[in-house]
DNA sequence: CAAAAAATGATTGGCGTATATCAATACGGC
DNA sequence: GCCGTATTGATATACGCCAATCATTTTTTG
């Protein structure tokens, strides 16, 4: 039993085959009471439109772009690799999506980066936002051409984007605090906490949600206030130098934000009696401390994840499609022993088997 | 610029539509060096199939089955709700799923399901599985027939299937262990584990693992020998109560199995100075029990990801594509801080913002 | 070199939908 | 009943590919 077509349907509703299509498409123009056949005659059949003749028939391509800050860090980095496999994998279904490097968290750049979008005549944006007032008139700007926008990893200001993909940092930090706390076993203890600096949303979230886990269920742990870190991994080195020979009774260290690799090497160098250690994104620098024993914890956003529902949410808004069924997003909890396989290692067919 | 079309491929190689489409879909009966061409211009076009062309061409449907075991297990009721959310979204794109149950389980009942499948013009089947050989016949009927065969939660008899989709249930174990030794704190322990038969495989992997790693990282906790529980809550409940009357020295609980309401109800009669619990599958009862902090976590293998994954994986088996980027599949820790939004409360719109 | 075999070319009719055009009909007000 | 507008019908083309047919050319073989 072939599945209907829209002239099946237009027979079924004794309607004719441009009216079928006036309604399904609303084109306008049609009389109510034709609407009611031909909706009726939709249900009836169980019609549903085959998206292959669709697509083909209206030439659907899919342009996309996503604004992703510059530079080296390792996090970015993945996100970056991961835009280009799933772009790579999806150019049969018609879909191109450029990486736009953006200046790191800065409003102007950004901003400016927008504005130029304008012009470029695409379909679908993910941004990694940042919340400003000066992002509101290109970003207006964006939709009054159509261009679907989401926000990606850090949040836009909500009325102008039509989804966010992302963790929710407080739940990252409160989930952190949760590990610390277990690992405490009812013992007293001192945490210390690195950030970023005070000014990243993401970061302040963190450690907003570690805190009120801490002083709420663990009221037996003190937390120290943060030392901040510009994400330095030399400043983190230091620092964490000094703690670990200065202050004997740190119990945990959490590092909200990234340059882990200097706070890994400056465990490195004791070792023994070392604090329980929590750090977030798993990436080169923090798997390896992880299967060696260096830090306890990486809390991770799955990138991964992120970037190939960014992709999704972007085609299904640009078909005006509803949404798959998709589960929330978590951070994730890394130990040693559930480490997914190293990425760079990966080949489709070797997570086929 | 469209993207070029097989008349392209065709001119640029300097041969006919007839000669490309040959060396395109394989058919045979073409000179090497015409395939070279043909392959050339491709490159150099970077030329790209239209899937929703090819799809609309060739009338595909994609017919699928599920066997999954019967009964009103949570977590397969879980996987059930998840596989028909899925297929019906995929209807547009001619996916239908059947769910087969399967008396749970048995290999009798599992090798008679699978001989009716081959009389019913599958194109793929996701199958719970069992490693034996009383399989080996149907299965290999199946694959005569030119059926996909994925194992899922479960593996078949690994040259019988194409994937498997699933955790390694050895690293869930260690990862429950790794747990629990982190919530000891360094301090001796004693671990009780309950398992619901011996005969299952998942279940034995997972204690393996566990036990593997207490006793290679942990050597001051004691791992006590397993109880049989058939996972059943009212046998849970008594050893439970038993244990937790009986012997005051036990630090943590490990359930491998189900039947976790058992377990939390008799938790739930003492609540003070309860020991450290871990438990599998995030179901309605666990979830509950997490929150309310009378255990302390959850190691899921997150079905919905698994069924999702299972349909694209059948998908491109059966269109003879390669995979899209797939992170691996890992069991995944759940604190009552990083718990997604019950799945039952789930629509897809509001997952959306 | 002729005959057989292999390879290639040329062409066609769908697949189901989108989109457009033009004619035909219904409906409303007066 | 007439006119103008609103609605409907009939029909055609294109999208890119698949699958098939038949004629023609090239290559191989004895």
Redesign the pocket.
């Known amino acids: 039993m072939?599945?209907?077509?829209?002239?099946?349907?237009?027979q079924a509703?004794?309607?004719?085959?441009?009216?079928?299509?006036?309604?399904?498409?609303n084109?306008?123009?049609?009389?109510?009471?034709?609407?009611a056949?031909v909706n009726e005659a939709v249900a009836a059949l169980g019609?549903?439109?085959?998206?292959?003749?669709?697509?083909?028939?209206?030439?659907r391509v899919y342009r996309l772009a996503f604004l992703i800050p510059k530079g080296s860090n390792a996090f970015f980095n993945r996100v970056r690799d991961q835009i280009a496999r799933v772009a790579s994998h999806q150019s049969a279904e018609r879909v191109t999506a450029e990486i736009i490097e953006v200046s790191a968290f800065a409003v102007a750049g950004l901003e400016a980066s927008l504005s130029d979008l304008v012009h470029q005549d695409l379909d679908g944006v993910a941004i990694v936002g940042l919340q400003s007032e000066r992002l509101e008139k290109p970003l207006a700007a964006l939709r009054e051409k159509g261009v679907a926008v989401i926000g990606l990893v850090s949040d836009l200001p909500p009325e102008f984007r039509s989804a966010y993909i992302g963790i929710d940092n407080i739940v990252a930090g409160r989930t952190a605090a949760r590990m610390v706390g277990v690992a405490h076993a009812g013992q007293t203890g001192m945490v210390q906490t690195f950030v970023g600096s005070t000014d990243a949303r993401d970061h302040a979230e963190r450690l907003q949600g570690f805190c009120e886990v801490i002083a709420k269920d663990y009221p037996q742990i003190t937390v120290r206030d943060p030392i901040m870190t510009k994400d330095d991994p030399a400043v983190l080195l230091s620092q964490t130098r000094g703690l670990l020979s200065g202050t004997p009774d740190t119990t945990a260290l959490y590092n909200v934000g990234a340059g882990n690799s200097g706070l890994v090497q400056a465990i490195g160098e004791i070792r023994a009696n070392r604090p329980f250690c929590v750090v977030h994104e798993l990436v080169a620098h923090s798997r390896q401390a992880l299967q060696e024993g260096l830090i306890d914890l990486v809390i991770d956003q799955r990138p991964d994840v992120e970037i190939s529902r960014a992709f999704t949410v972007l085609r299904a808004l640009i078909d005006d499609r509803d949404l798959p069924p998709l589960a929330d997003l978590m951070p994730t909890i890394y130990v040693r022993d559930n480490l997914p396989a190293d990425p760079l290692a990966n080949t489709t067919e070797a997570q086929a088997t």
Request: glycine share 4%; charged share 20%; proline share 4%.
């Open positions: 072939p599945s209907p077509t829209l002239s099946d349907v237009a509703a004794g309607v004719s085959y441009a009216t079928v299509d006036r309604v399904i498409n084109r306008g123009n049609v009389a109510a009471k034709s609407i056949k019609y549903v439109r085959n998206v292959a003749a669709a697509n083909l028939s209206r030439k």
